[in-house]
T-cell receptor, first 114, second 112 residues
Framework: KAGVTQTPRYLIKTRGQQVTLSCSPI?????VSWYQQTPGQGLQFLFE???????NKGNFPGRFSGRQFSNSRSEMNVSTLELGDSALYLC?????????????FGPGTRLTVL | GENVEQHPSTLSVQEGDSAVIKCTYS??????FPWYKQELGKRPQLIID?????GEKKDQRIAVTLNKTAKHFSLHITETQPEDSAVYFC???????????FGSGTRLSIRP
């Protein structure tokens, strides 16, 4: 079974721009969660999508948004980029029902904001 | 809100010795506690998990213990080896429909 994939792997943007990141979950997984990882802040939860609906949300500003498609692929968008948005963005997929909550992470997208 | 605290933030042990990482959680409804290992430049990978209906689980050199009363769980690595060097994250969740909250991570270094 193929693992979780993320595209692109690296991105360089400038302040004020917007960016869209993509995550393809493991086949059969309906839940996709997004995390921001920075050296000083660990893994910060952004949001989770399940069956095309946002099911859980973290404490990030509205500039961070996401969506999920019918094939469970998910995208995350960050608008009006700030220098502090530079981070590794990880997505993780899981079955999401029936007590099956083991998460599997993708390789991440490293975003640099200049 | 939900919170997971993890200690220590850094840990250095001699090869062959044991390492222990401790976490506490705030939400008593939490019932799933995974541990992830993240090697440098790689994605976090699940190494062991425990559910609230058991107190201890072992898998070769690693074990996790859970104290529901104290809302505390720990990762134990015995006979440490150089390849155990990594950042370890604990986490807690209330179920498959709930978000997983991560601790801040422990950077484990194994001294030769």
């Amino acid at each position: 079974k193929a693992g979780v994939t993320q595209t692109p792997r690296y991105l360089i943007k400038t302040r004020g721009q917007q960016v869209t990141l993509s995550c393809s979950p493991i086949s059969g997984h309906r839940s996709v969660s997004w995390y921001q990882q920075t050296p000083g802040q660990g893994l910060q939860f952004l949001f989770e999508y399940f069956s095309e609906t946002q099911r859980n949300k973290g404490n990030f500003p509205g500039r961070f948004s996401g969506r999920q498609f019918s094939n469970s692929r998910s995208e995350m968008n960050v608008s009006t980029l700030e220098l502090g948005d530079s981070a590794l963005y990880l997505c993780a997929s899981m079955v999401g029902t029936g007590g099956k909550n083991e998460q599997f992470f993708g390789p991440g997208t490293r975003l640099t904001v200049l | 809100g939900e919170n997971v605290e993890q200690h220590p933030s850094t840990l250095s042990v001699q090869e062959g010795d044991s390492a222990v990482i401790k976490c506490t959680y705030s939400d008593s409804a939490s019932n799933y506690f995974p541990w992830y290992k993240q090697e440098l430049g790689k994605r976090p990978q699940l190494i062991i998990d425990i559910r609230s209906n058991v107190g201890e689980k072992k898998d070769q050199r690693i074990a996790v213990t859970l104290n529901k009363t104290a809302k505390h769980f720990s990762l134990h690595i015995t006979e440490t080896q150089p390849e155990d060097s990594a950042v370890y994250f604990c986490a807690a969740s209330k179920g498959s429909a709930s978000k997983i909250i991560f601790g801040s991570g422990t950077r484990l270094s194994i001294r030769p």
